[in-house]
Antibody, heavy 120, light 107 residues
Framework: EVQLVESGGGLVQPGGSLRLSCAAS????????MSWVRQAPGKGLEWVSA???????DYADSVKGRFTISRDNSKNTLHLQMNSLRAEDTAVYYC??????????????WGQGTLVTVSS | DIQMTQSPSSLSASVGDRVTITCRAS??????LNWYQQKPGKAPKLLIY???SLQTGVPSRFSGSGSGTDFTLTITSLQPEDFATYYC?????????FGPGTKVDIK
């Protein structure tokens, strides 16, 4: 059974930093395309970042240069380092793993989410 | 970037109704389109991948169709547990954006 458990959320002041973690079981983080998706209060889903099997990464323009996705293969854990946080980064952050069908992919396992609140 | 739109943004329906939700991409994405269901306070759940493939464990009343720019999610006989918000997402390129969502509530 696949389980993804996020941690590290909380209240942070604008301009501050936070590091989210996603502990995985039943799936190998280093062998999967892993993503972070966020959802601001009362809003829709926003893709934030992804790390591919080969280690390359992608980011949404809204977080590029401020957020860094990484993984710790020894702990089978995904991370999201968030710097220079802004009020508009306030959201529930989900980690998700993907599977592939041909050249397509989809997010089939999701964590329960961790809330990040950026406020003074 | 590819823009995703959904219609309607919300709808009211009764148990047993047939419900159709439309998702449109700003350019052709072949069948690189997924559908998710989200209930309040919960993580999204994958329903359909590659436009029309039913995820394991998802009831057969859910179906997806379409290719290119226009896609539909159909629920043939709405059940009480189907009242939720539905999102499409393309996986054609980066960023793999989601549509704005369609909220299905009880009439």
């Amino acid at each position: 059974e696949v389980q993804l458990v996020e941690s590290g959320g909380g209240l942070v002041q604008p301009g501050g930093s936070l590091r989210l973690s996603c502990a995985a079981s039943g799936v190998t983080v280093s062998s999967n395309y892993m993503s972070w998706v966020r959802q601001a209060p009362g809003k829709g889903l926003e893709w934030v970042s992804a790390i591919y099997r080969g280690g390359s990464t992608d980011y949404a323009d809204s977080v590029k240069g401020r957020f860094t996705i990484s993984r710790d293969n020894s702990k089978n854990t995904l991370h999201l380092q968030m710097n220079s946080l802004r009020a508009e980064d306030t959201a529930v952050y989900y980690c998700a793993s993907s599977s592939h069908w041909g050249s397509s992919w989809y997010l089939d396992y999701w964590g329960q989410g961790t809330l990040v609140t950026v406020s003074s | 970037d590819i823009q995703m739109t959904q219609s309607p943004s919300s709808l009211s329906a009764s148990v047993g109704d047939r419900v159709t939700i439309t998702c449109r991409a700003s350019q052709s994405i072949s069948t690189y389109l997924n559908w998710y269901q989200q209930k309040p306070g919960k993580a999204p759940k994958l329903l359909i991948y590659a436009a029309s493939s039913l995820q394991t464990g998802v009831p057969s009343r859910f179906s997806g169709s379409g290719s290119g720019t226009d896609f539909t999610l159909t629920i043939t006989s709405l059940q009480p547990e189907d009242f939720a918000t539905y999102y499409c997402q393309h996986c054609y390129s980066t960023p793999p954006d989601f549509g704005p969502g369609t909220k299905v509530d009880i009439k």
